[in-house]
């Protein structure tokens, strides 16, 4: 027989739920006020150990705002004492210590060859730390194509704006692991200093290293003007399909030629010693949606440095066979390639490469300031 709850056991359930809330707000305030406080008030002289004096205060602080709420038992009130205490400790000494702008935790495994792919590309980038998001901009010194990364989880933390840099070769090495050790990564990103704590739930085990920040001035990357651009071809392409499609193109020319049929996309090379075609028909896509009106079919889009398309199969080498590329197409302009990175959640790349007449020479090209 299923029991059939009082209401009077609802009401208590509701009661206890806002007693918590406004037991959380309190709490919430006094780390605020704490926050604010310069390291010297609170640490001792070199250390992460609380001063005697602050120690006994938070600890006073904490009591008076439970003492205000005797619906808590004697055991409860202990152990949201002791849990506070440890949660505001390890917040000040984060935020104070460490100097810490944001934290965010990822699979280990994952953001080892996310990061691993990224330094294949550039070998240091800035970190700028926003309230919702970890941002990286970076744009090739030829400046045809422009790269923004999104790093974003729902464990992210973000205690200030400020933007880092960091070497990536390094940063690689200390993100260090191996795929069969179940272990997450905690990423610390503070204003002199990158801490990370790597912890395998097969070994029951922490690693913590650090990565000093490095002292780096790019030019921000002209990304406003290029995300107001209207496309007008849409279509993906699983991974896999991509990586088959820059093995088998670049044996007659750098440049690849895109054109658009009604159902179809092409991919064209000329050179001296023939020409070459590869072609994705509709069906062979994830999706392909066109807006072209009154044009002539096929529809010649430009011409793009495969060189250049391979970085982003460099970023594919973290998705799943079945996980796709998606593109943006539209004549004489970039072409622009999203792609999400489901094992890092909400994480994300946008991409950028600027045209480039199929003749020209590098120098020659249009680069990502023309548009």
Not at 253 to 280: P, R
Not at 337 to 342: C, D, P
């Amino acid at each position: 027989m299923v029991e059939v709850k009082k209401s009077e056991y609802w009401h208590d359930m509701a009661k206890k739920g806002e007693i918590d809330s406004e037991i959380t707000t309190k709490l919430s305030e006094l780390y605020t006020q704490y926050q604010n406080l310069s390291p010297s008030s609170i640490f001792q002289e070199n250390t992460a150990i609380f001063l005697e004096s602050f120690e006994q205060e938070l600890n006073d602080s904490i009591q008076d705002i439970l003492h205000a709420f005797p619906e808590l038992s004697k055991k409860e009130a202990q152990l949201q004492r002791k849990f506070t205490f440890k949660m505001i400790q390890q917040i000040l000494i984060t935020t104070h210590i460490q100097k810490a702008l944001c934290e965010i935790t990822f699979p280990a495994f994952p953001i080892l060859k996310f990061i691993e792919a990224f330094s294949g590309l550039i070998g240091e980038a800035q970190f700028r730390i926003t309230e919702n998001n970890i941002i990286v901009n970076i744009m090739d010194p030829s400046r045809i194509c422009l790269i923004q990364l999104k790093l974003s989880d729902k464990s992210f933390k973000f205690y200030q704006e400020d933007i880092v840099a960091f070497n990536l070769d390094d940063f690689k090495k200390i993100c260090y692991c191996q795929a069969g050790d179940k272990s997450t990564t905690k990423l610390i990103f503070g204003k002199e200093h990158l801490f990370i704590s790597i912890h395998s739930e097969k070994y029951n085990s922490q690693i913590d290293r650090t990565l000093d920040a490095i002292d780096l001035t790019i030019e921000e990357p002209p990304l406003d003007t290029l995300l107001n651009i209207e496309y007008l071809v849409k279509y993906s392409l699983e991974k896999s399909k991509f990586e088959y499609m820059l093995k088998n193109l670049g044996i007659y020319s750098e440049i690849i030629d895109i054109s658009v049929d009604t159902d179809k996309i092409i991919f064209q090379e000329q050179g001296q010693i023939g020409n070459g075609e590869l072609i994705w028909k509709k069906d062979q896509l994830k999706d392909l949606e066109i807006e072209l009106k009154d044009q002539t079919f096929p529809h010649q889009i430009a011409g793009y440095s495969l060189t250049f398309m391979g970085w982003i199969g460099k970023m594919c080498s973290i998705l799943e066979k079945n996980e796709y590329v998606q593109f943006y197409l539209k004549y004489d302009h970039p072409l622009r390639a999203e792609i999400t990175f489901n094992k890092l959640s909400a994480s994300s790349m946008l991409f950028f490469l600027a045209p480039r007449a199929i003749e020209a020479e590098f120098e020659e090209d249009d680069d990502i300031d023309d548009f």
